[in-house]
T-cell receptor, first 116, second 112 residues
Framework: DQQVKQNSPSLSVQEGRISILNCDYT??????FLWYKKYPAEGPTFLIS?????DKNEDGRFTVFLNKSAKHLSLHIVPSQPGDSAVYFC???????????????FGQGTILTVHP | NAGVTQTPKFQVLKTGQSMTLQCAQD?????MSWYRQDPGMGLRLIHY???????DQGEVPNGYNVSRSTTEDFPLRLLSAAPSQTSVYFC???????????FGQGTRLTVV
């Protein structure tokens, strides 16, 4: 039972254009969502997060959108740069007894390639 | 700042051997957790801890033990390694609540 899904295994975009990565979730207890970037042979690094009380959060070139009714979130990268080429994971957590924020549920990841 | 430190980075085990993957953090985080990453499956939670002396199971706990005697350290023990435990293991820590988790560099484990 995959509670967080990233249905696109890969995405290829041209440098300077927008990259849009998508993520769907099924567990309505999730109320905190994160995006991580991962380079080969390294650990995931945090990019941006959003709480369910908001529908948008921006940090520089990165914007995360949350549609609670559709249980869908997306990460927009504008403009895309070759250094953004990596695997992107969305993750979710929720409050089911006070300690569940320590538990992240991850999607399968999307490989983003930005061509010069 | 060291952040989250995992040792070793690489390990090869024979089936049936035991070993401990080490994880230490210097950020005074209460929450620590272990994940494994397998191809096409993202990261899956093995065990987590919300403070010294408190641990709980994640999604895939079988074959692994943990304990948390200090805030800084959260070792993961493989009791009797099996080829199905071949994976990349990541340790993470966070302040708790709605905050981001910081990950270590990972341990690539191969069981033959």
């Amino acid at each position: 039972d995959q509670q967080v899904k990233q249905n696109s295994p890969s995405l290829s975009v041209q440098e300077g254009r927008i990259s849009i990565l998508n993520c769907d979730y099924t567990n309505s207890m999730f109320d905190y969502f994160l995006w991580y970037k991962k380079y080969p042979a390294e650990g995931p690094t945090f990019l941006i997060s959003i709480s369910s009380i908001k529908d948008k959060n921006e940090d520089g070139r990165f914007t995360v959108f949350l549609n609670k009714s559709a249980k869908h979130l997306s990460l927009h990268i504008v403009p895309s740069q070759p250094g953004d080429s990596a695997v992107y994971f969305c993750a979710a957590s929720g409050d089911a007894g006070g300690t569940s924020y320590g538990k992240l549920t991850f999607g399968q990841g999307t490989i983003l390639t930005v061509h010069p | 700042n060291a952040g989250v430190t995992q040792t070793p980075k690489f390990q090869v085990l024979k089936t049936g051997q035991s070993m401990t993957l080490q994880c230490a953090q210097d950020m005074n985080h209460e929450y620590m957790s272990w994940y494994r990453q397998d191809p096409g499956m993202g990261l899956r939670l093995i065990h987590y801890s919300v403070g010294a002396g408190i641990t709980d199971q994640g999604e895939v706990p079988n074959g692994y033990n943990v304990s948390r005697s200090t805030t800084e350290d959260f070792p993961l023990r493989l009791l009797s390694a099996a080829p199905s435990q071949t994976s990349v293991y990541f340790c993470a820590s966070s302040y708790g609540g709605k905050t981001e988790a910081f990950f270590g560099q990972g341990t690539r484990l191969t069981v033959v």
